[in-house]
C-alpha cells in the first residue's frame, strides 16, 4: 500500500473516532439532526408548494388555494426558523463541548508522557496542537457536519420534488451526479495534501514567536531582529502560500460543479420542451422544477467548499491521536516507597535521550547511601544532570538498572517515588502567580502561611520577599520576570524546604546566587541535608567539599569516586585536576 492509500485508509476510522466523542451529547444530537430534516423538509415543501401557487392561484384562480397557500407558507418558515435555531445552537453547543475535551485531554496527556516526547517535537507544535488544532477540530464536528447533513438532506429533498413533478427530466441532474462525485473525491485529496503542510506551518509560526517571546533580550543584544523577521517572514510566508492553494482548490472546485450543475438545469430546460414531456408539463410544474434546481446548486457549491473544513479536521485530529496514542509513562502501580533506608544504586546505567545519538551515561555505576550526601561532579556535558533525571524517572535507561533499597526503580509507583523527592533543578521554574503560589506549589498548595514564611527564611528570600508590595502574596509574572534570577532561585529552594521530602536532589541549586546569598543558602541547605538522601550536581567544587561520596564523571563514564579527601590524595586523578583548575587559577591583583 503506498503513502496515498494508507492516508486514505485511514481517513476514515479517524473520522469515526472523532464522532466518538459526540456520545455524551446524544440528545442534543438526535435534536440537531432533526432540525436539519424538519430545515430540509421545510425547504423542499416550499418547493413543491410552487407547483399549485402557480397552477392554482395565478392560472386557474382557486379561491381555497388562494386563502390557504399564503398561510402554509408562513408555517413552513417560522417552522424552518426554529429548525435553524435548534440546529445552529445545538451544533455550537457540540463542538465547543468536543473541543474542550479533546484540549484537556491533550493538555493532560502532555502532564503524563514521558520526558523523551518532549525532545522530539518542537515546543511550538505542541502548543499549536492545542489552540490552532483544536480549532480546527472545532469546524469538523460543527460547520463540516451541520452543512454535510443539511445539505445532504435539502438535496435529497429537491430530488423528491423533483421526482413527483418529472422523473425524466429528474434522470437529466442524476446524470450529473457521477461527474460531480469524481470532482469532490480529486478535491477531498488535494485538501487533506494541502491541510497536513497547513497543520505544520502554524507550528511553525508558534515556535518561531514562542522563541521570540523567550528570548527577547538575546535577540536585542545580538542585533537578531532582521534574522528573526526573516525567519517569521519564511513562515509566515509558507502559511500563506498554502492558505491561499486552499482558496484556489476552494474556488475552482465551486466553478466546476456550478458548471456541471447549470449544464443539468439548461439540459431540463431543453427537454422540458421536447414532445412527449412538454404535454405533461404545467408552468407551475416546470418553475416547480426549477425552483428545485436551483435550491439543489448551493447545498453543492457548500458540499465541495466543506472539504476544505472536513480533510482538515480530519487531519487535525490525526495530529490529536497521535499524542492521545503516545504511551505514557510507564508506572507499574505496585510497590510503593515509604522511606528509603538502603539507598540508590546505578548498575552499569547507560542513558541516551534519542536514538543514534552519543550516550549521556556509559555504563555507569555508583550508590547514593541513605541519609547521606552524594555529589556529583564533571565537566559540562560529562551527564551530571542525566542522573538527576533519572532517579525521578523523568527518563528510562537504555540498558543496566537503577536500584531503591534493592529494588528496580521501575517496581515503585510513579507517585509515591516523585513524592519522596524535592527538586531544584539549574533552570529555575517559575509559574505564573504569587510569591506564596510558587512556593507551595501542587501538593503543598495548603500549606500554612507561617510554614510558607519559615520555608523562605531558611532559603534566605524572606527579605526581598518582605519588601514586595503584597508580600507572600505579590504577583511575580510569566516565568518570573518581575524577580531578578537569584530571587527566582531562592523561590525554587524555598518551595524544595517546604516539600520537605526525605530525597533531595539539587542540580547547581546555587549557581545564581551571589557570595552571600550562597553562604546563606548553604547553611541553610546543611540542615535540611541532615539524614537526607541528597543527590548534589556541581560544577564548582566548592560546593560539594562535605559530601559523604562524590562521583566523577567525564563523557558519561564514572572515572573514580570517593570523599573529598579520598580524591584529592589521587594527584593524578580526574577530581584532583578539576580541582587544581579551579582554585589554582591565576587571579588578577
Same mark, same amino acid.
Given at each position: ?62 379561491? #381555497? ?47 503524563? $508522557? ?96 514562542? #522563541? ?10 545580538? *542585533? ?234 531558611? *532559603? ?11 508580600? $507572600? ?71 560539594? #567539599? ?44
Amino acid at each position: 500500500m503506498d503513502a496515498h492509500a494508507a492516508r486514505e485508509a485511514s481517513a476514515w476510522p479517524t473520522y469515526r473516532r472523532l464522532l466518538g466523542y459526540l456520545r455524551p451529547y446524544r440528545p442534543v444530537a438526535v435534536a440537531v439532526v432533526i432540525g436539519m430534516a424538519v430545515d430540509a423538509a421545510a425547504l423542499g415543501a416550499f418547493a413543491g408548494l410552487v407547483r399549485p401557487l402557480i397552477d392554482k392561484v395565478f392560472i386557474t384562480r382557486d379561491a #381555497e388555494a388562494i386563502f390557504w397557500l399564503p398561510l402554509i407558507i408562513i408555517a413552513i418558515f417560522l417552522l424552518r426558523a426554529v429548525a435553524t435555531f435548534i440546529t445552529s445552537y445545538g451544533m455550537a453547543y457540540i463542538g465547543r463541548g468536543v473541543v474542550q475535551t479533546m484540549r484537556e485531554q491533550v493538555f493532560g496527556r502532555y502532564l503524563d $508522557l514521558p520526558g523523551g516526547f518532549f525532545g522530539r517535537e518542537a515546543s511550538g507544535h505542541q502548543v499549536a496542537r492545542i489552540t490552532y488544532t483544536a480549532d480546527q477540530l472545532a469546524q469538523a464536528t460543527t460547520e463540516a457536519v451541520r452543512v454535510s447533513i443539511i445539505d445532504s438532506l435539502t438535496i435529497l429533498a429537491m430530488i423528491g420534488v423533483m421526482l413527483w413533478n418529472s422523473w425524466r427530466l429528474t434522470l437529466v441532474l442524476l446524470v450529473m451526479v457521477p461527474t460531480i462525485a469524481v470532482v469532490v473525491y480529486l478535491v477531498s485529496r488535494r485538501y487533506r495534501a494541502i491541510s497536513r503542510g497547513l497543520q505544520n506551518s502554524m507550528g511553525d509560526i508558534t515556535g518561531v514567536v514562542d #522563541e521570540i517571546v523567550s528570548a527577547w533580550r538575546e535577540v536585542r543584544i545580538y *542585533a537578531g531582529q532582521k534574522y528573526e523577521a526573516a525567519r517569521f517572514h519564511a513562515v509566515a510566508d509558507h502559511n500563506r502560500a498554502l492558505n491561499v492553494k486552499i482558496s484556489a482548490t476552494n474556488a475552482i472546485s465551486t466553478a466546476l460543479v456550478q458548471f456541471f450543475a447549470a449544464s443539468a438545469l439548461a439540459g431540463i430546460v431543453f427537454f422540458a420542451t421536447r414532445p412527449g414531456i412538454a404535454e405533461h408539463m404545467t408552468a407551475g410544474r416546470f418553475m416547480s422544477m426549477i425552483m428545485a434546481m436551483a435550491a439543489i446548486l448551493p447545498p453543492l457549491k457548500r458540499m465541495t467548499n466543506v472539504q476544505s473544513m472536513l480533510q482538515r479536521g480530519i487531519t487535525a485530529a490525526q495530529d490529536v491521536f497521535v499524542v492521545l496514542d503516545e504511551p505514557r509513562e510507564p508506572d507499574a502501580h505496585a510497590r510503593p516507597l515509604q522511606e528509603l533506608r538502603q539507598g540508590i544504586e546505578f548498575r552499569e546505567v547507560t542513558m541516551r535521550y534519542a536514538p543514534g545519538t552519543p550516550p549521556a551515561l556509559r555504563a555507569a555505576s555508583f550508590r547514593c547511601a541513605a541519609g547521606k550526601v552524594t555529589a556529583v561532579v564533571g565537566r559540562s556535558g560529562s551527564g551530571k544532570t542525566t542522573v538527576a533525571h533519572l532517579i525521578p524517572r523523568f527518563y528510562e535507561p537504555e540498558s543496566g538498572s537503577i536500584l531503591v533499597d534493592g529494588h528496580a526503580l521501575g517496581e515503585y509507583q510513579l507517585a509515591s517515588l516523585r513524592g519522596q523527592i524535592s527538586w531544584v533543578g539549574q533552570d529555575v521554574v517559575i509559574f505564573n502567580g504569587s510569591v506564596a503560589e510558587n512556593i507551595a506549589y501542587g501538593e503543598m498548595a495548603g500549606a500554612r502561611e507561617a510554614d510558607i514564611i519559615a520555608a523562605a527564611r531558611a *532559603a534566605n528570600a524572606w527579605d526581598f520577599i518582605a519588601q514586595m508590595p503584597r508580600g $507572600l502574596h505579590s504577583p511575580i509574572g510569566q516565568r518570573g520576570f518581575m524577580v531578578s534570577g537569584g530571587q527566582r532561585q531562592r523561590i525554587a529552594i524555598a518551595r524544595a524546604i517546604l516539600k520537605n521530602a526525605p530525597i533531595l536532589i539539587l542540580d547547581e541549586a546555587t549557581s545564581a546566587l551571589d557570595t552571600e546569598s550562597e553562604r546563606l543558602i548553604h547553611e541553610a541547605l546543611q540542615r535540611l541535608m541532615q539524614d537526607r538522601t541528597t543527590l548534589v550536581i556541581a560544577h564548582r567544587l566548592s560546593t560539594v #567539599e562535605h559530601a559523604h561520596r562524590i562521583i566523577v564523571l567525564d563523557q558519561g563514564c564514572v572515572l573514580e569516586q570517593g570523599s573529598h579527601d579520598e580524591l584529592l590524595a589521587r594527584p593524578d586523578g580526574a577530581y584532583a585536576h578539576l580541582h587544581r583548575m579551579q582554585f589554582s587559577a591565576p587571579r588578577g591583583d
